[in-house]
């Protein structure tokens, strides 16, 4: 692990959550609101500011998360799903232009398992994806050793692939919960955790139709381990049944499953540390 200090940014929809990180820790760190209906450059404005907040001379570079399609190379975001403005901001351009040092830009879900390849449950694995499971499904590949983005920033992005009318986040997220149950995971959760008969039947329900997401990632990329993250992934206990009891009964290659591991994330602050890793993949010998 390099000693250099690097700043790691999270970008959401409704907060930016920063911090100066070196080694394994967080040195200091700094979040705020953002207004994200406002234009492109008042948004930027306040991620400058929150970058200023723990940004000193010590600071090799910048990575900063964002949730949406990013073209890599040149750092340039498409398209925030819920910061309006943001159609197509040239974000390295101007996180270097501001600050003289190298930034790198990624999805966040890219960022979250560089997180754990870095920091967290991926350490010493070199074939490894990473999903969230949340709002919507994202997923993040490590190939090797080294993040895999693909061409257009498009892989691991499962989620958005056809299936049954829908696409599988459709029926792998939290709109599985809303639909079936008519609440949130959130509410579901506590109920389960109450012993609640027929939400704990839903969680096992959920972890068959996760099955067939899990299903897509081995035949596609073959990892070691698959790390859980997101909100609805603390809840891995009361679905992981109805994952591994689908995954043994449909998935070809048995001596596959008997490899594999899935995990759930652990790392506090992985969002932030997965930014910061960016820029470490980036600057790695190839």
């Known amino acids: 692990m390099t000693s250099e200090?690097?700043?790691?940014?999270d970008l959401g929809g409704t907060n930016v959550r920063v911090g100066k990180v070196r080694g394994h820790a967080i040195e200091r760190r700094h979040e705020r609101r953002i207004r994200a209906h406002e234009a492109e450059t008042s948004v930027l404005a306040e991620i400058f500011g929150a970058v200023e907040e723990v940004f000193d001379d010590d600071v090799a570079g910048i990575g900063c998360g964002v949730p949406s399609v990013v073209d890599v190379e040149r750092g340039i975001v498409y398209a925030v799903e819920n910061i309006p403005a943001w159609r197509e901001v040239h974000l390295k351009d101007e996180l270097e232009g501001r600050f003289g040092v190298p930034a790198f830009i990624n999805n966040d879900a890219n960022a979250f398992v560089l997180g754990e390849l870095y920091f967290g449950k991926a350490q010493g694995y070199r074939h490894v994806v990473g999903l969230t499971l949340g709002t919507g499904l994202g997923g993040g590949v490590v190939i090797?050793?080294?993040l895999y983005s693909g061409r257009n920033c498009g892989a691991g992005?499962?989620?958005?692939?056809?299936?049954?009318?829908?696409?599988?986040e459709h029926d792998c997220?939290?709109?599985?919960?809303?639909?079936?149950?008519?609440?949130?995971?959130?509410?579901?959760?506590?109920?389960?955790?109450?012993?609640?008969?027929?939400?704990?039947?839903?969680?096992?329900?959920y972890g068959g139709e996760?099955?067939?997401?899990?299903m897509i990632v081995?035949?596609?990329?073959?990892?070691?381990?698959?790390?859980?993250?997101?909100?609805?992934?603390?809840?891995?206990?009361?679905?992981?049944?109805?994952?591994?009891?689908?995954?043994r009964r449909q998935y070809a290659y048995r001596h596959a499953l008997e490899r594999l591991v899935i995990a759930v994330s652990e790392t506090e602050d992985v969002a932030v540390l997965?930014?910061?890793?960016?820029?470490?993949?980036?600057?790695r010998p190839s």
């Open 144 to 146: 090797d050793g080294r």
């Open 274 to 283: 997965g930014a910061a890793a960016l820029y470490l993949d980036a600057r």
């Open 173 to 205: 997220a939290g709109a599985f919960f809303e639909r079936e149950a008519g609440v949130t995971g959130d509410v579901l959760f506590a109920r389960a955790r109450q012993g609640d008969a027929a939400a704990l039947a839903l969680y096992a329900a």
């Open 210 to 214: 996760l099955a067939h997401a899990v």
């Open 218 to 247: 081995l035949y596609a990329y073959d990892p070691e381990l698959i790390v859980l993250g997101g909100s609805i992934s603390r809840a891995y206990a009361l679905f992981a049944d109805g994952l591994w009891e689908r995954l």
């Open 5 to 9: 200090a690097i700043v790691g940014v």
């Open 157 to 168: 992005e499962i989620g958005m692939i056809p299936h049954r009318g829908h696409i599988v």
